[in-house]
C-alpha cells in the first residue's frame, strides 16, 4: 500500500515544469516550481512546518498553546494545517487586503482571524504587526512565529526547496528567480544554490514596483504576499544579486496568461516572478535553465485577479485580453 501517514507528510517535493507559450522568443529553458501542490496550497506549509518543530523543541510551544501571527493567508494556511495535526489553537492577523476567500479557507481549518487596516504604518497600533504583538502578549500559552525574523522560514527553504532544486535539474539551473515578501524562499534557496554550485547560480529577486526590495518606500500595490515597507530579518540581500521590480498591470496580466496559456492556475505573486523571470532571461542563452518558485495558486484570487470587472475598475484590463462569451458568439 502506498500512502502518507500524516497530511504534513506530503509538505515539499513539488515538480518542475517548462514554460512553453509565455517564452516565446526566449531561447533558455524557463521551468517553474508549483509551490501550489504543497498540502495547504502554498510554499508557506514547508516555513510553518520547520518552525512549529523548532518551536517545540524549543520548549516555546507547549500542548495546548496558541499560535498567533500576522500573515497574508498562505503561512496562516500552513500553520492551521499543522496546529490542527498537532492540537494547536490559531489566531490570525490578516490586512484587509486579503480577499475573503483566503480569509475563509484559514477559517475553515478551524482558525481565528483578526482583520486590521492596510494602509497604516507598521509601528501604527492598528497595523497588523501591532495587534499581533498585542495578542501574543495577552494570550496566555501564546507562541508567535514571527515569519519575518524567524530564522526557521529561510532554513527550511535551505533544507528543502534549494535540494529538490538542484537535484532535480540535474545541477543545471543557472538562475533562480523568487518573489520577496518576508525574503525567507529568496534567502534559503538561493543561499543554498548559490553555495551547491561554488557561486555560480544567479539568485533574482522579483518585486511589486514601490516596495523596499527594489528601492521603494512601501507605496502600496495590489499583488499579494510580496514586496514591503521595511527589512524583515528573513531576508539576506547579500544573497541576491539582482531584484527586478514589476508593477501590479503586468503582474496580473502574466497570471492570467500562465491560466490561459500553460493551464497554470496560480496566484499574482506568481505572475509577477514570472514577469521578473522573462525579462532576466530575455538575453540568456540556451543552456541556461531558470527556475522560477511559483508560490501559490489562483483559487484564492478569482473574485480579484480571475475576475474581468476587478481588473478593470484599476484599469488593468487590456481589451484584446477579455473574452466573454458575447464576443465569441457575435
Ligand atoms: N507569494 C505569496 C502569495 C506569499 O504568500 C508569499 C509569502 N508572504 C510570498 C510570495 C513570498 O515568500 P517569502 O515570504 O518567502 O519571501
Known amino acids: 500500500m502506498k500512502y502518507a501517514s500524516s497530511i504534513t507528510d506530503l509538505i515539499g517535493d513539488t515538480p518542475l515544469v517548462k514554460l512553453n507559450s509565455v517564452t516565446a522568443g526566449i531561447a ?3 521551468l517553474v516550481k508549483l509551490e501550489y501542490l504543497n498540502p495547504g496550497g502554498s510554499s508557506k506549509d514547508r516555513i510553518a512546518e520547520r518552525i512549529i518543530d523548532a518551536a517545540e523543541q524549543a520548549g516555546d510551544l507547549k500542548p495546548g498553546g496558541t499560535i498567533v501571527e500576522p500573515t497574508s493567508g498562505n503561512t496562516g494556511v500552513g500553520l492551521a494545517l499543522i496546529a490542527q495535526q498537532r492540537g494547536y489553537r490559531c489566531v490570525f492577523v490578516l490586512p484587509d487586503k486579503v480577499g475573503v476567500d483566503k480569509r475563509n479557507v484559514l477559517t475553515a481549518y478551524g482558525a481565528e482571524i483578526v482583520v486590521t487596516p492596510t494602509s497604516v504604518a507598521p509601528d501604527d497600533p ?6 499581533s504583538d498585542r495578542l501574543a502578549r495577552e494570550i496566555p500559552g501564546a507562541f508567535k512565529p514571527n515569519q519575518y525574523f524567524n530564522p526557521n522560514g529561510p532554513r527550511s527553504h535551505y533544507e528543502t526547496t534549494g535540494p529538490e532544486i538542484w537535484r532535480d535539474t540535474d545541477g ?3 538562475h533562480f528567480v523568487a518573489g520577496v515578501g518576508t525574503g525567507g524562499t529568496i534567502t534559503g534557496t538561493g543561499r543554498y544554490l548559490r553555495e551547491v554550485s561554488d557561486g555560480t547560480v544567479r539568485i533574482i529577486g522579483s518585486d511589486p514596483e514601490g516596495s523596499v526590495y527594489s528601492g521603494g518606500t512601501g507605496r502600496p500595490y495590489l499583488v499579494e504576499g510580496v514586496g514591503e515597507d521595511f527589512w524583515p530579518g528573513a ?4 544573497v541576491v544579486h539582482e531584484v527586478i521590480p514589476v508593477s501590479d498591470a503586468e503582474s496580473f496580466s502574466m497570471t492570467r496568461r500562465l491560466a490561459r496559456e500553460e493551464g497554470l492556475l496560480v496566484g499574482g505573486s506568481s505572475g509577477m516572478a514570472v514577469v521578473s523571470a522573462l525579462k532576466a532571461a530575455a538575453d540568456l542563452p540556451a543552456d541556461a535553465v531558470v527556475v522560477v518558485l511559483l ?3 489562483g483559487r ?12 478593470r475598475s484599476y484599469g488593468f484590463l487590456d481589451d484584446t485580453e477579455e473574452r466573454t462569451v458575447s464576443d465569441v458568439v457575435t
Open 295 to 297: 508560490p501559490d495558486g
Open 172 to 174: 543545471a539551473v543557472t
Open 126 to 131: 492598528e497595523s497588523y504587526y501591532s495587534v
Open 28 to 30: 533558455a529553458t524557463v
Open 300 to 311: 484564492g484570487y478569482l473574485g480579484k485577479i480571475f475576475n474581468d470587472d476587478w481588473m
Open 235 to 238: 531576508y539576506d540581500p547579500s
